[in-house]
């Protein structure tokens, strides 16, 4: 609630406890009912604006409880997706790393691989590695020439194709022909 709502709920508990207290009193001094017409009608809009601020604020407390179930599935969903996610990234690593074994590239050619498949230029591999941008286009090439790639963009497409699936204009889209086309890369 806002302060203001707060403070206006204070002033309505403070008018319905003076009036209360004025009609318990007037009660007390024999004062007749029609009389005290104007003190019950006060009282009556204060306990119905009571009575609205507290269903109002049993919804919102309500609305908060959905939310927190909402957002605890949500994060229990989160929790399962990001599992399912971190099992794949470990898969995909073991195939990519066997590729390196089979390319028997060096440990070096590897690091230059993989910020090359992050889309990093030559220039920022080298300032990474703490090495010269000639080192890293040494590595890049040792590794073209061992995958059977003419670049960069074949080396990321051979380790993306599959992720991606076949493209409409492939000739032949069938899993064997995929596989066999793997294989002769290899």
Same mark, same amino acid.
């Given at each position: ?17 003076? @009036? ?30 009571? @009575? ?78 703490? @090495? ?34 076949? @493209? ?19």
């Amino acid at each position: 609630m806002g302060a203001v709502r707060l403070l206006f709920l204070g002033y309505v508990l403070v008018v319905l406890g003076s @009036t209360a207290i004025e009609i318990v009193n007037e009660l007390a001094t024999g004062q007749k009912l029609l009389e005290m017409l104007d003190d019950f009608a006060m009282f009556a809009i204060s306990v119905l604006i009571v @009575t609205l601020f507290v269903r109002d604020w049993l919804a919102q407390q309500r609305a908060i409880a959905q939310l927190r179930e909402q957002l605890a599935g949500a994060s229990g969903h989160l929790s399962e997706i990001d599992e399912d996610s971190q099992r794949i990234v470990g898969e995909y690593r073991q195939v990519v790393q066997k590729q390196f074994d089979a390319w028997r590239l060096t440990a070096s050619e590897q690091d230059v691989v993989l910020a090359l498949l992050k889309g990093l230029s030559f220039r920022e591999i080298a300032q990474l590695r703490e @090495t010269r941008e000639k080192t890293v286009r040494q590595h890049a090439a040792n590794v073209y020439r061992k995958a059977r790639v003419a670049g960069r963009h074949e080396l990321a497409a051979w380790f993306f194709e599959d992720l991606l699936g076949p @493209t409409a204009r492939s000739v032949d889209t069938s899993p064997a022909a995929n596989t066999s086309s793997q294989q002769t890369r290899s």
